[in-house]
């Protein structure tokens, strides 16, 4: 049993507003081992990278995929159930609003609308990290974050 949970920026489109068209796309790609493909797939699906033109995307992607992104590519596989839970529940906000526990949901200042969106559909103590994007837990900058749980958790 617990009494309090924090999420940052939970992957949720609890307002309906985003599209997974490109879910086939990335599951081909990454089946087929196209690492670059399935990233853009998944960062233009999710508004994670802006809306470039293809050719820009993939380049992007490309250079990412090898630098940034690395080990991102290895946990790639792993989105599936993210993804699964994420379409399961688009639309659905009220599922979070009963939940009878504190809850913290943070995000990125600079990070996708419908993440912050989904931070203030949930409920709770929201917080909005100046500077921040999505990739905040793993960009060296995880202690903005880890600060604000441990004050949220009151250690």
Same mark, same amino acid.
């Given at each position: 049993?617990?009494?309090?949970? +924090? ?7 609890? !307002? ?22 399935? @990233? !853009?797939? @998944? ?31 290895? &946990? ?9 839970? +994420?379409? +399961?529940?688009? =639309?659905? +906000? ?20 419908? &993440? ?5 559909? #949930?409920? =709770? ?14 960009? =060296? ?7 604000? #749980?441990?004050? @949220?958790?009151?250690?």
């Amino acid at each position: 049993r617990f009494d309090a949970f +924090a999420l940052y920026e939970p992957a949720l489109d609890l !307002a309906g507003r985003i599209s997974f068209a490109w879910i086939d796309d990335y599951r081909r790609a990454l089946a087929d081992k196209r690492y670059r493909r399935a @990233f !853009a797939s @998944f960062a233009t699906g999710l508004q994670i990278m802006p809306p470039f033109p293809s050719w820009l995307t993939s380049f992007l992607a490309g250079i990412l995929v090898r630098t940034a992104a690395r080990d991102l590519v290895v &946990l790639m596989p792993t989105l599936e159930r993210d993804l699964a839970m +994420a379409t +399961a529940l688009t =639309g659905r +906000a009220e599922l979070y609003r009963t939940l009878a526990v504190r809850a913290l949901v943070a995000a990125g200042s600079n990070t996708p609308q419908y &993440l912050k969106d989904a931070a203030a559909l #949930v409920g =709770g103590d929201q917080r909005i990290i100046d500077g921040a994007d999505h990739m905040l837990p793993v960009d =060296g900058n995880a202690a903005k974050l880890a600060r604000l #749980v441990a004050q @949220f958790l009151g250690h």
